[in-house]
């Protein structure tokens, strides 16, 4: 594929783009209307078209109803997937809309509507229009969050969501060279003046790249730690598998077991990043208000491995006895006979 970050995308990159679902039933095309959705429906119809055999293409439009323009742009996107025969549906998010966290609730609205019609279509992915420079900007929001490993990887090429898997076939891609893609081809595209209001996150930080790319931390530069962290990040999960087997006392997939159970000083002798992950999976599976958050968890290790090391000190390695119970997201955590166990809290009594 051609490195040139003006160049249109052709045929011949597309085919290597959606490779990866050739073989699956359905998919459906997440499409908004703007330059990088659209491109994407232009691109993935362009690519079915070469296959002798392939999924079925089924583009949808979310109109959040959020701004007046927002109905004439999906009609537009309508027109367009008729012009390249494909099927498409509008689907609004109707109710209350939230006065704050409107990006936020608008985007859960989104795949939640995306997946009820993947559903109808019995299609098991949703493509989006993600592309190296949304990836670059997700990485410095969950930067500023104070995101683990895990948070910093950024955008998978897939990944699971609201029972279905979202497959991002542009994320390599800088959003250049679909600007030039529709332009070659004489497409035009709208343009969501909210990807420029800066009384939001994203805008904000998307104003500052420039400034970053003169200190050589182009969106290129940061897919590509994006990238090596996502490398790490899936190492440290197989290391926590591996302890998650040797140290389970607990089997949680076995008939009428509802909780997890860990040797306290054998827990205690792992690196903090295993011991992390160890808590929050197990809390994330017995608690019902998940997921956990990894500041809230760090907290809880501090008070495990004091706990653990004062109980330790006094009587010996076998002699952990009750020393601490918590809860936090649902499920509670505590310390006794040389374990520490997790399971569901009980839940709060409605007032």
Do not use: C
């Not at 070469?50 to 323009?69: C, I, K, N, Q, W």
């Not at 910093?152 to 609201?162: K, N, Q």
């Amino acid at each position: 594929m051609r490195d040139d970050d003006q160049a249109p995308v052709s045929v011949t990159d597309a085919k290597a783009l959606f490779a990866d679902w050739k073989d699956v039933p359905a998919l459906v095309l997440a499409i908004s209307g703007g330059p990088d959705s659209v491109a994407l429906m232009w691109l993935a119809a362009r690519w079915r078209k070469s296959l002798s055999r392939g999924p079925r293409l089924l583009a949808v439009t979310v109109d959040h109803g959020l701004r007046r323009e927002s109905a004439h742009e999906a009609r537009t996107v309508k027109e367009l997937a008729r012009a390249l025969d494909l099927p498409h549906r509008t689907l609004r998010w109707t109710g209350v809309k939230p006065v704050t966290g409107v990006p936020a609730a608008a985007r859960a609205a989104r795949y939640r509507l995306l997946a009820r019609a993947a559903g109808r279509e019995g299609a098991t992915h949703i493509l989006t229009a993600h592309t190296r420079d949304d990836q670059a900007e997700t990485l410095l929001m969950r930067l500023l969050r104070g995101s683990g490993i895990a948070g910093l990887s950024a955008m998978a090429r897939e990944s699971p969501r609201d029972g279905v898997i979202l497959g991002r076939p542009l994320l390599s891609l800088p959003k250049s060279r679909l600007v030039a893609t529709l332009k070659r081809a004489g497409i035009g595209y709208a343009d969501d003046p909210t990807n420029h209001d800066t009384n939001f996150t994203r805008p904000r930080l998307r104003a500052m790249l420039p400034l970053l790319a003169a200190e050589g931390g182009d969106a290129r530069a940061l897919a590509r730690l994006a990238s090596r962290l996502a490398r790490a990040n899936a190492a440290v999960e197989v290391l926590t598998d591996g302890a998650e087997r040797y140290l389970a006392l607990t089997d949680h997939a076995a008939p009428g077991v509802h909780a997890r159970e860990f040797d306290a000083v054998a827990f205690a002798g792992l690196p903090d990043e295993i011991r992390l992950r160890l808590l929050m999976r197990a809390i994330d599976t017995y608690g019902h208000e998940g997921p956990a958050e990894l500041g809230k968890v760090e907290v809880l290790l501090a008070q495990l491995d004091s706990t653990i090391a004062g109980k330790t000190q006094k009587s010996g390695p076998k002699s952990v006895q009750i020393g601490l119970k918590q809860t936090l997201a649902g499920a509670l955590v505590s310390v006794g006979r040389g374990r520490i166990r997790v399971e569901p809290a009980p839940r709060r009594r409605r007032t």
